[in-house]
């Protein structure tokens, strides 16, 4: 169910039974734009059909691809035929989506096409010269003065180079490998940490070849420009960053006992069930395989009794968009919980530590944040709730919120629930499912 207006969550006792995350953000986004550029038909199950990547898919199409959807019994299958892009005739409009922004600017620079680009709100205020810099570096023609959207993209042509990433940015290590396919010569990304690498395990089964080595604490990607990909079939696993809204309302409430099925648990995107075991949730992954080149699993979680715990900056890559929901874990937590090296959180889809701070202060629980970090004193199973969070334009706001109230003593309400839609559209029907309560405030 798509929500739109407030929604209020209530205490309604343990959330069992069995549900599925809808299919991975990022994941999804890749796969319509490596079909795009891929010479021949790629077909996509499982995608994602939330607002973010759905403007992905537009903007495909309005790059010269024909993306068509396919009713199957078996669900929907994507069916993208990849094409010479052109310069579309509109403005690209991204909607919410900062990933499909980053990717997609990378890769129409290294296709060579005149473009712009542009967001709502919040993704008008979200920076933009962390990726347009390496491009102009490689030699794209990029006015992004201020930095912001809306930015326009004339035709260059672009050259490989070597570059250092001075963010664990995979949306900007991302665009750079994508520009890099229509570099001459080659490319070299040097990542300070290792973030997320859906783009060079799924470069790789788009028959794309890609040298990766440690450096440092973090890895060097490098790609010859004029590669050719080559058609695929991606099968896109659930989402971790939606699964664990779901995991962690297990978490929180007394009783509780959940199993998501076909969970992507890439070790670069696993780190808050990392985080929730140590704080002693019962937490196991089942039946682990591979699909389309990635690690999946089922996964279980069980209330248990939960601590603080100190979370490092290390840790930060591989859970950058989970600090919301275990801040709500962490005041249901027995002591404080603190979160280190999260810079990042400030320049997502809001500020996500002021707004964690607010909405977690509005329910009656003590946090404090720093430039890049934050604390929250647990109250050991008793959250008051009974307050009005503002989403500030945030899915993951929204949702971390609403789950709070599925175990505080007072319902806790949220005043937008619209941006749910862009990456968990059943997100109200799927934890309804599951015993929560979740209604129209
Ligand atoms: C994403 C990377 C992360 C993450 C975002 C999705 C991706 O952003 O927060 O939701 O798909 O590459 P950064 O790479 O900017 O940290």
């Given amino acids: ?202 470069l790789a089964a788009f028959g794309a070849r890609l040298d990766i080595a440690a450096a440092g604490g973090g890895r060097r990607i490098a790609i010859e420009g004029g590669q050719q990909l080559k058609a695929a079939s991606v099968e896109v696993p659930g989402d971790p960053s939606s699964a664990a809204f779901l995991a962690a309302a297990a978490a929180i409430a007394p009783g509780s006992d959940v199993l998501i099925r076909n969970v992507l648990v890439n070790p670069l995107r696993a780190g808050f069930y990392a985080t929730l075991k140590e704080m002693g949730a019962a937490v196991e992954f089942v039946g682990a395989r591979n699909l389309s080149g990635e690690p999946v699993a089922d996964i279980r979680v069980r209330h248990a009794p939960l601590n603080g715990v100190v979370v490092p900056a290390q840790c930060a890559p591989s859970m950058i968009d989970e600090y919301p929901i275990l801040s709500i874990v962490a005041a249901f937590a027995s002591g404080t919980t603190r979160m280190e090296g999260l810079a990042e959180l400030r320049v997502k889809e809001s500020d996500r530590l002021a707004a964690i701070e607010d909405g977690l202060k509005a329910n009656g629980v003590i946090a404090k944040s720093g430039l890049d970090w934050l604390e929250v004193q647990g109250r050991n199973g008793d959250v008051a709730g009974g307050g009005l969070v503002k989403t500030r334009l945030d899915h993951r706001i929204a949702m971390s919120f609403l789950v709070m109230g599925l175990a505080s003593e007072k319902p806790v309400s949220i005043d937008d629930a619209a941006m749910i839609a862009t990456s968990f559209p059943d997100f109200v029907a799927t934890l309804r499912g599951l015993g929560g309560e979740i209604a129209p405030q």
């Fill in 1 to 202: 169910m798509a929500a739109s207006g407030g929604l209020s969550a209530r205490r309604a006792g343990a959330i069992r039974g069995e549900a599925r995350a809808p299919g991975d953000k990022s994941i999804s986004h890749r796969a319509l734009v490596l079909g795009a550029l891929a010479g021949g038909e790629s077909t996509v199950a499982g995608l994602l059909e939330g607002h973010d990547v759905l403007r992905t898919a537009a903007a495909m199409r309005a790059l010269g691809a024909e993306v068509e959807r396919d009713l199957t019994d078996n669900g929907p299958i994507w069916r993208i035929s990849g094409a010479q892009w052109r310069s579309p005739e509109r403005a690209l409009y991204f909607g919410n989506s900062g990933t499909g922004c980053r990717l997609v600017l990378g890769a129409a620079a290294g296709a060579g096409v005149a473009a712009r680009f542009d967001g709502d709100l919040s993704l008008r205020n979200r920076p933009m010269r962390r990726v347009a810099e390496p491009l102009i570096a490689m030699g794209a023609k990029v006015d992004a003065a201020d930095g912001r959207l809306p930015i326009d993209l004339h035709p260059g042509a672009l050259h490989g180079v070597e570059y250092a990433l001075t963010v664990a940015s995979a949306q900007v290590k991302s665009a750079i490998l994508l520009a890099a396919l229509g570099a001459k010569g080659k490319t070299t990304v040097i990542e300070p940490a290792p973030s997320r690498d859906h783009t060079e395990r799924m």
